[in-house]
């Protein structure tokens, strides 16, 4: 399973890209602006720190409207993915886009019906938003063992790319369904490598150490 972040925090993207372990990012307009960056500069930026896919949200709702603003930010760099909303319009621009070889993310993605549709239309990912669903008291992990299963059925090759996680356990789930991604918050990346007896371990390992009064 390909990790990517979701934030538009530069300093978290490039500390994380140390790691070796980021495969990709995702914004969004409230990213944006909880950054308090310029949108192009800061994702320019992004596409610089990362060599995965970078995604890059349009705001217009119409066609013509998302076409225009895709055209500027796939300008940015090779590896901006254009993130469009799961609308008629959205998946018109999708279907246009990446038959033109541009990456999409089509984003906003609430049930599998939706999930279908972004696949007929080609998306690269499709981004169902388990977190927001849970909490409106429907089953995020659900939507994605059904979106896994009809892609399957059908072999298509658009991305599940779990979006809206909250916590470990929503990555552990995911990766048990078999999602191709998922983007978490910087905090939940930061959680996995994170067992209270692996800190134990070391604290013990490192006070038995010590009494050998031996250095490496
Ligand atoms: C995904 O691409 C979205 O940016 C994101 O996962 C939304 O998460 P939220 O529900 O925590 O805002």
Not at 27 to 50: Q, W
Not at 62 to 85: F, Q, S, T, Y
């Amino acid at each position: 399973m390909k990790f990517f972040v979701d934030t538009a925090d530069t300093k978290e993207i490039a500390e994380l890209a140390e790691t070796g372990l980021l495969d990709g990012v995702t914004t969004n307009p409230s990213l944006v602006h909880k950054a308090g960056r310029d949108f192009m500069e800061v994702t320019k930026e992004i596409c610089d720190l990362v060599d995965g896919p970078v995604s890059a949200e349009v705001v217009a709702l119409d066609h013509e409207g998302m076409m225009r603003e895709a055209e500027v930010l796939r300008k940015i760099a090779d590896n901006v993915c254009i993130k469009v909303p799961l609308t008629m319009d959205g998946l018109k621009s999708c279907k246009k886009l990446t038959g033109d070889g541009t990456m999409v993310n089509v984003t906003l993605c609430f049930s599998a019906n939706q999930a279908l549709l972004a696949a007929k239309a080609g998306a690269t990912f499709v981004s169902p938003f388990v977190g927001r669903h849970d909490d409106n008291g429907f089953d995020g992990m659900q939507l994605i063992e059904d979106i896994r299963l009809i892609y399957d059925n059908y072999a298509f090759e658009t991305q599940v790319l779990v979006a809206s996680i909250r916590h470990p356990i929503h990555v552990l789930q995911s990766a048990k369904i078999g999602a191709d991604v998922a983007t978490m918050p910087p905090n939940v990346i930061r959680g996995l490598f994170k067992h209270v007896l692996t800190e134990k371990g070391i604290e013990g390992f490192l006070a038995d150490w010590a009494k050998t009064g031996q250095s490496i």
